[in-house]
T-cell receptor
Framework: GAVVSQHPSRVICKSGTSVKIECRSLDFQATTMFWYRQFPKQSLMLMATSNEGSKATYEQGVEKDKFLINHASLTLSTLTVTSAHPEDSSFYIC?????????FGSGTRLTVV | SQQGEEDPQALSIQEGENATMNCSYKTSINNLQWYRQNSGRGLVHLILIRSNEREKHSGRLRVTLDTSKKSSSLLITASRAADTASYFCATDSNSGYALNFGKGTSLLVTP
């Protein structure tokens, strides 16, 4: 149990376009989800905490207008990278906390060309 | 903010040898977890150790936790080529809070 589905797994987009990444909790309700970013050969860095029905909480240095987070239901959080640029190319991964432990999505590899 | 620091950053061993990775953190924790990540892939949860535990085993994995030194170690015994991956420690200061990941150790196990 406690599966988080993340989609898409890979996306290539042109510079200046927007990309939406979805994170769904399949068998539990997630009032809170977390979005992380991982650059090549680096660790995971928390970007923001997504709260169902309210505004996301962004970590210092993360532009809220660039990384739009919507958590409109208890099972879905979306991260939209707006006006993507090559420096936004990274591995994005979401996480949720069922009543026990943490569970992660399989990640999205974003390449901006 | 990231608080876990692993060492070594990279470790290269031969199959059959043991691999030891260390992790240090800065603030008090609720739990400490170890994850594995194959290149370009998602995270695989390996083991969780609670702040009131000192040692935990799971198969070929042995994790220790020293809260007085704010450090943990992950030992992989009798390593296999398939153990080649990056290993991260992650801490949470409270249940349900976001995890803070260490910088990771890149392990290479050669046949």
């Amino acid at each position: 149990g406690a599966v988080v589905s993340q989609h898409p797994s890979r996306v290539i987009c042109k510079s200046g376009t927007s990309v939406k990444i979805e994170c769904r909790s399949l068998d539990f309700q997630a009032t809170t989800m977390f979005w992380y970013r991982q650059f090549p050969k680096q660790s995971l860095m928390l970007m923001a905490t997504s709260n169902e029905g309210s505004k996301a909480t962004y970590e210092q240095g993360v532009e809220k207008d660039k990384f739009l987070i919507n958590h409109a239901s208890l099972t879905l959080s979306t991260l939209t990278v707006t006006s993507a640029h090559p420096e936004d190319s990274s591995f994005y991964i979401c996480s949720a906390t069922p009543h026990y432990g943490y569970t992660f999505g399989s990640g999205t590899r974003l390449t901006v060309v | 903010s990231q608080q876990g620091e692993e060492d070594p950053q990279a470790l290269s061993i031969q199959e059959g040898e043991n691999a030891t990775m260390n992790c240090s953190y800065k603030t008090s924790i609720n739990n400490l977890q170890w994850y594995r990540q194959n290149s370009g892939r998602g995270l695989v949860h390996l083991i969780l150790i609670r702040s009131n535990e000192r040692e935990k085993h799971s198969g070929r994995l042995r994790v220790t936790l020293d809260t007085s030194k704010k450090s943990s170690s992950l030992l992989i015994t009798a390593s296999r080529a398939a153990d080649t991956a990056s290993y991260f420690c992650a801490t949470d200061s409270n249940s349900g809070y976001a995890l803070n990941f260490g910088k990771g150790t890149s392990l290479l196990v050669t046949p």
